[in-house]
């Protein structure tokens, strides 16, 4: 069983700042690729941020240049560092990770349950 656990939301004001993380625990030889999704309410869930296990970055164009992305293999934990926040990144922040639970195993992907954030004065 693998797990993924989000924190560090919360409400902040516009053009503060928030650090997110996601841990992933349970039986895991390796990870692939960890993202950052977020959902507003009424929309489509969309992609914030990728990054792979050697460190590819992806990012979403409204975030770039605000948000930053990392991650610490050993800790199988990943990060969004996220500044200059705006009240329409107001979303839950989900984590998401396709995870090896063995060498020669079928990656699975697996989903947090979500951190809010809310950007409002």
């Known amino acids: 069983q693998v797990q993924l656990v989000e924190s560090g939301g919360g409400l902040v004001q516009p053009g503060g700042s928030l650090r997110l993380s996601c841990a992933a625990s349970g039986s895991i030889f390796s990870i692939n690729v960890m993202n950052w999704y977020r959902q507003a309410p009424g929309k489509q869930r969309e992609l914030v941020a990728g990054i792979t296990s050697g460190g590819t970055l992806n990012y979403a164009d409204f975030v770039k240049g605000r948000f930053t992305i990392t991650r610490d293999n050993a800790k199988n934990t990943v990060y969004l560092q996220m500044n200059s926040l705006k009240p329409e990144d107001t979303a839950v922040y989900l984590c998401?990770?396709?995870?090896?639970?063995?060498?020669?195993?079928?990656?699975?992907?697996?989903w947090g349950q979500g951190t809010q954030v809310t950007v409002s004065s």
């Open positions: 998401n990770a396709q995870i090896q639970r063995s060498r020669y195993g079928v990656p699975v992907t697996r």
